[in-house]
């Protein structure tokens, strides 16, 4: 496994982090505790979650797996750098959602109790919240620096003007700030590199992107529904297979030119980019976690990266991406 500083941060954290969204909801507790385990024995340090994970019938349950997983003990929770959220929705009252200072109190007392731990490494800012001023945001989370109950603070879903918002106004604080962004970031979807990827490389915040194969589009959909390796695409996926079907294949047949996997390629890809610190990789099997680890092999050169560029068209930083 190989690693990297998060952000500006002392923090090592791996190249890949575990995202445990579909624990609870598509892989049940003792497969969730295998495929951690096994990420362990693979080195993978960085698990990220969410406290609103679980299913729709359930927030929180997957926050109570990892701490199920946790109270195991051999050392699960010293070796781990534990990332969640909070924002959405944990409740119909007022205040059980968003960045209020009293809902980022509850909120954060909440997912200690779930997750079994005493503090979180990396707490993460879900969402923007346009209607809490940042001064007040920054007062709550010093408020749990201090308190020992967080060590850093990360955001996700960010623009660009947010961040550069959240770091000036930190400073002003003598406060450091934002360490890390969690944004949506693949080959097919590229839109950070006008503004959120090179304000996040500005300030020293490490790149996380999600959804690194864009929903498995990525992970070589049109041979795996060919092969019936994988079911029919469905809703908003079949949607994105049909729109870029020709975009599609001439990716996987550039895959299987270099005799790579097109879910490896896509993970490499990432790996190279700048500011990006680790992709948050969600399998929901052990086999889908090894996929996963095999693209810290590969390197692409300049050719191979060129040609990706063709296939699908990135960005140039903004303003020079539409003006001069």
Request: glycine share 10%; proline share 5%.
């Amino acid at each position: 496994m190989e690693y990297t500083q998060l952000g500006r941060t002392g923090l090592s954290v791996s190249r890949l982090c575990l995202g445990t969204m579909n624990f609870g909801p598509h892989t049940a507790e003792p497969d969730a505790h295998a495929i951690m385990d096994t990420a362990h024995e693979v080195g993978v340090n960085f698990f990220d979650t969410a406290d609103v994970y679980g299913g729709p019938g359930h927030k929180g349950r997957t926050e109570e797996i990892l701490g199920s997983w946790f109270a195991k003990g051999g050392g699960r929770r010293d070796r781990t750098v534990l990332a969640t959220k909070l924002y959405g929705r944990t409740g119909d009252w007022p205040n059980e959602g968003r960045l209020s200072a009293l809902h980022v109190r509850r909120a954060v007392e909440d997912s200690l109790r779930r997750l079994g731990t005493d503090h979180i490494d990396l707490y993460q800012m879900h969402h923007v919240d346009r209607a809490t001023p940042w001064e007040e945001i920054w007062q709550a989370m010093e408020v749990l620096v201090a308190q020992g109950k967080i060590l850093y603070v990360g955001s996700s879903n960010f623009g660009g003007w947010h961040l550069a918002q959240a770091q000036e106004t930190a400073r002003a604080r003598h406060f450091l700030g934002l360490v890390s962004e969690q944004s949506v970031y693949n080959l097919a979807v590229r839109t950070v590199e006008l503004e959120v990827a090179p304000a996040a490389e500005h300030y020293g915040i490490g790149l996380i992107p999600w959804s690194p194969l864009f929903s498995g589009i990525l992970g070589g959909v049109l041979r795996k529904e060919r092969e019936g390796v994988r079911r029919v695409a469905e809703g908003w996926v079949a949607d994105e297979v049909a729109k870029r079907r020709e975009q599609l294949e001439a990716y996987e047949d550039f895959a299987a030119e270099l005799g790579e996997e097109p879910g490896d390629i896509a993970l490499a890809w990432l790996l190279g980019r700048p500011a990006v610190t680790a992709p948050v990789i969600g399998p929901r099997t052990l086999d889908q976690l090894h996929a996963a680890v095999r693209a810290l092999d590969l390197t692409l050169d300049r050719k191979s990266l060129d040609r990706l560029d063709e296939i699908f068209p990135g960005f140039k930083p903004a303003p020079e991406a539409y003006a001069w």
